[in-house]
């Protein structure tokens, strides 16, 4: 059996859908990654087929071939795909389900049950290139302020309180931006706040895998901290967005703003106001305890 599994822009997703192509490939089927992503983190997946995104116009032609496409959404990488291949398997579903699992295990539960893989697991098959130590920096905190969408972002004057205090209790907080965000946050510096220039997801891998600690938005570096085994505190608006999109790799927490805000609109506009730098520094803590 012969699969593609396409993946959205999205880091998160594309890391989540990695745990389909790994199941799949350990069972035996042929399995063939498109991804920007992943084809950026291509030495991070050794012995897995990766390569580029699909663009609209060769995307029919290089699906062509395979037996089976799957894909997490019903209009992303590749729109319309169930009419496009005969044999197209969208996991929207799984998205939208009730379910209290993260989607990494919801997507586990997925090749067990109904792709009939027994052994299937949460894992993604990341592997840590040679050269690099896994949480080198104990005290490290990469802390990541920015989102894929405004309304994710909790407050900037409110991250940089926050690394000050975690500075004065002898951690050594670093922002984590692009390079195109990183104007926006240049000011950090003043402050002894680092904010390392890492350039490609290769090296923002690299580095984070040394890290100690991860805080940051709903956002798909999250993610990669979590798969790189990194203790992540993710800042989510909404219960039942965190409940699915929390990383669910390895250690974490996750803290929802304004949660007894009494509508989902509210919490949406609000959640990031109502949500102190003490609370977060005491959600730290926690997984700072449970993580030993």
């Known amino acids: 059996m012969n699969v593609a599994v396409t993946s959205s822009p999205a880091l998160g997703d594309s890391l989540l859908l990695m745990t389909v192509a790994r199941n799949l490939q350990a069972s035996g089927k042929r399995v063939t990654v498109f991804s920007g992503h992943m ?43 169930e009419q496009r291949h005969p044999n197209a398997v969208v996991l929207e579903h799984l998205c939208r389900s009730s379910s209290p699992e993260a989607m990494a295990t919801r997507l586990a539960h997925y090749c067990r049950e109904s792709l009939r893989l027994p052994r299937a697991e949460t894992g993604n098959g990341l592997a840590v290139p040679a ?25 900037a004057p409110r991250f940089l309180r926050l690394a000050l205090r975690l500075k004065s209790k002898g951690f050594e ?53 979590s798969c ?12 039942g967005i965190a409940r699915t999109w929390r ?22 506009r609000c959640w990031k106001y109502a949500l102190s730098v003490n609370q977060v520094l005491r959600a730290f803590e926690q997984l700072r305890r449970e993580a030993a």
């Open 228 to 239: 790189l085994q990194v203790p992540t505190l993710s800042l989510f608006m909404r219960k």
């Open 131 to 155: 050269g690099l130590t896994h949480r080198k920096h104990a005290r490290r905190v990469a802390i990541h302020p920015t989102a894929s969408t405004a309304d994710k972002r909790w407050l």
């Open 39 to 81: 084809d950026a983190l291509r030495a991070w997946f050794p012995g897995m087929d990766i390569r580029p995104a699909l663009s609209g116009d060769d995307a029919d032609a290089l699906l062509r071939p395979f037996d089976t496409v799957i894909q997490l959404h019903a209009d992303r990488p590749v729109p319309r795909l």
């Open 247 to 268: 990383p669910g790799w390895g250690a974490g927490k996750v803290l929802v703003g304004g949660a007894w805000l009494p509508t989902g609109r509210l919490k949406e």
């Open 173 to 225: 907080p670093h922002f984590i931006v692009t390079d195109d965000e990183r104007a926006d946050w240049e000011h950090v510096q003043q402050h002894g706040i680092g904010l390392p220039r890492l350039g490609s997801l290769d090296n923002v891998a690299a580095w984070l895998v040394e890290c100690g600690w991860f805080i940051g938005n709903d956002s798909g570096i999250g993610h990669l901290a």
